[in-house]
């Protein structure tokens, strides 16, 4: 069973960059798992920022294309997100989320503050 665990949150400035990093505490590999990121601020839905598929597919939110890449490290056995040009309005918490079959997985978030 996965244990999730998100990290590389914190606060950076409009512009700056961030790279938020998911892996399971006990690093089991993430390669046969399709893995999304979401984020969710208080009181709204929770939405999808990007997916990875263990074929390699990648599918992106209409807000996240251009400057959001999700991408793995089979080695490292972690899937990342690089966010850059990051906007005030992308201040929130990000979820990774990890699918396999009917079996699926949250980790508890990290916060991401984008902020002069």
């Known amino acids: 069973q996965l244990h999730l665990v998100e990290s590389g949150g914190g606060l950076v400035q409009p512009g700056g960059s961030l790279r938020l990093s998911c892996a399971d505490s006990?690093?089991?590999?993430?390669?046969?798992?399709?893995v999304k990121w979401y984020r969710q601020s208080p009181g709204e839905q929770r939405e999808l920022v990007a997916g990875s598929g263990s074929g390699g597919s990648t599918d992106y939110a209409h807000f996240a294309r251009d400057r959001i890449t999700i991408s793995r490290d089979p080695a490292k056995k972690t899937v990342y997100l690089k966010m850059d040009n990051l906007t005030p309005e992308d201040t929130t918490a990000y979820y990774c989320?990890?699918?396999?079959?009917?079996?699926?997985?949250w980790g508890q978030g990290t916060q991401v503050t984008v902020s002069p």
């Open positions: 006990k690093a089991t590999s993430l390669s046969f798992y399709t």
């Open positions: 989320n990890a699918v396999l079959g009917d079996f699926h997985c």
